[in-house]
């Protein structure tokens, strides 16, 4: 079963305009990190925000928010007020802290945003 | 500081040449990750690396090696390059497993034909 899914595989928003790139989790861990990375056509990784499972309010960061809803996995980055910058690929990953192992990043397959005028 | 560099940044093989990706990083940090990225997917984790002279496998390992003598060095190698190991290769570090992001190096685009 895929521990990360993004169902989106593309978005469109209007310069602007606030947009949301959904993502879903499966873990039996009690204790995960979710993270949201950032890929423009550069190619680099862009760290943007991170969600602890315990954390009990969501994450924000400038423009970049986590709407966090543990019982249904989810864990969907809103981005307010887009910019023609946004326009990248994005990311959803979890961390699974498993005891006394180096924990693993999985990554999903990735939202294509394109952020028009 | 320079954060997590790669060498080089493009590469094309011959199937069945041989090569090593360079990654350093001058954080200080004791993990270090190699991942891959082939076309339109996430990241997958090749191996990883606790502290200098700890390796461990990560998700699709078969086809490359890695050594870690130094905290800085993280090389990856691979023997007999195929096709299917054609992919933009990360390198990333963080000072603990539990790092909340760690920082990731440029990539490597290396095809192999």
């Known amino acids: 079963a895929q521990k990360i899914t993004q169902t989106q595989p593309g978005m469109f928003v209007q310069e602007k305009e606030a947009v949301t790139l959904d993502c879903t989790y499966d873990t039996s861990d009690q204790s995960y990190g979710l993270f949201w990375y950032k890929q423009p056509s550069s190619g680099e990784m862009i760290f943007l925000i991170y969600q602890g499972s315990y954390d009990e309010q969501n994450a924000t960061e400038g423009r970049y928010s986590l709407n966090f809803q543990k019982a249904r996995k989810s864990a969907n980055l809103v981005i307010s007020a887009s910019q023609l910058g946004d326009s990248a690929m994005y990311f959803c990953a979890m961390r699974e802290f498993y005891t006394g192992t180096a924990s693993k990043l999985t990554f999903g397959t990735g939202t294509r945003l394109q952020v028009t005028l | 500081n320079a954060g997590v560099t790669q060498t080089p940044k493009f590469r094309i093989l011959k199937i069945g040449q041989s090569m090593t990706l360079q990654c350093t990083q001058d954080?200080?940090?004791?993990?270090m990750y190699w991942y891959r990225q082939d076309p339109g997917m996430g990241l997958k984790l090749i191996y990883y690396?606790?502290?200098?002279?700890?390796?461990d496998k990560g998700e699709v390992p078969n086809g490359y090696n890695v050594s870690r003598s130094t905290t800085e060095d993280f090389p990856l190698r691979l023997e007999l390059a195929a096709p299917s190991q054609t992919s933009v290769y990360f390198c990333?570090?963080?000072?603990?497993?539990?790092?909340?992001?760690?920082?990731f190096g440029p990539g490597t685009r290396l095809t192999v034909l």
């Open positions: 990333a570090s963080s000072f603990r497993d539990r790092d909340l992001a760690g920082a």
């Open positions: 954080m200080n940090h004791n993990y």
């Open positions: 690396s606790v502290g200098a002279g700890i390796t």
